[in-house]
């Protein structure tokens, strides 16, 4: 062996070796996002069906839905957990409700208060803005911690 390859050798990596440590390293890098991106999408899930089951009643006494599921049929609002519990309310004009709304969220905020709520209200159902009506918001809150 020459004298640059005996050193290289010695040192115990070779090109072969040190590119398969570098696809271990990316492998394990990206499980490790994956993973991360896994369960955060659900880490609020629980306190999250609280707040719909909370929003469905709500819908239901006010007479908007015969019950939870026409709520969901009618497609009032969506709510997706991630790491903040997003809610996005849909066609209710009632100044009233979209107030009992936003109680409804603080409540779930003041029990959870380390989870961050984002509320956006539209005045548009969620079916008129998927036929590409204009979004018009007439709410936007976030609820957070403070640091």
């Given at each position: 062996m020459?004298?640059?390859?005996d050193s290289?050798?010695?040192?115990?990596?070779?090109?072969?070796?040190l590119t398969?440590?570098?696809?271990?390293?990316c492998?394990v890098v990206?499980?490790?996002?994956?993973?991360?991106?896994?369960?955060?999408?659900?880490v609020?899930?629980?306190?999250?069906?609280?707040?719909?089951?909370?929003?469905?009643?709500?819908?239901?006494s006010?007479k908007?839905?015969?019950?939870?599921?026409?709520c969901?049929?009618?497609?009032?609002f969506?709510?997706?957990?991630?790491t903040v519990?997003e809610?996005?309310?849909y066609?209710?004009t009632?100044?009233?409700?979209?107030?009992?709304?936003?109680g409804?969220?603080?409540?779930?905020?003041?029990k959870?208060?380390?989870?961050?709520y984002?509320?956006?209200?539209?005045t548009q159902?969620?079916?008129?803005?998927?036929?590409?009506?204009p979004?018009?918001?007439?709410?936007?809150?976030?609820?957070?911690k403070?640091?």
């Open positions: 020459k004298m640059g390859q290289y050798y010695r040192g115990g990596l070779t090109i072969a070796r398969v440590r570098c696809q271990l390293l492998v990206l499980a490790i996002a994956i993973c991360t991106g896994c369960i955060s999408s659900h609020h899930q629980t306190q999250a069906r609280e707040l719909v089951g909370a929003i469905d009643d709500l819908l239901v006010e908007l839905c015969r019950d939870r599921n026409d969901t049929h009618k497609q009032y969506f709510i997706r957990p991630s519990i809610i996005t309310v066609g209710i009632d100044r009233s409700i979209a107030k009992k709304i936003i409804l969220c603080i409540d779930a905020h003041a959870y208060p380390e989870i961050r984002e509320l956006e209200m539209y159902t969620k079916e008129e803005t998927l036929k590409g009506e979004k018009t918001t007439i709410l936007q809150l976030i609820l957070k403070e640091k």
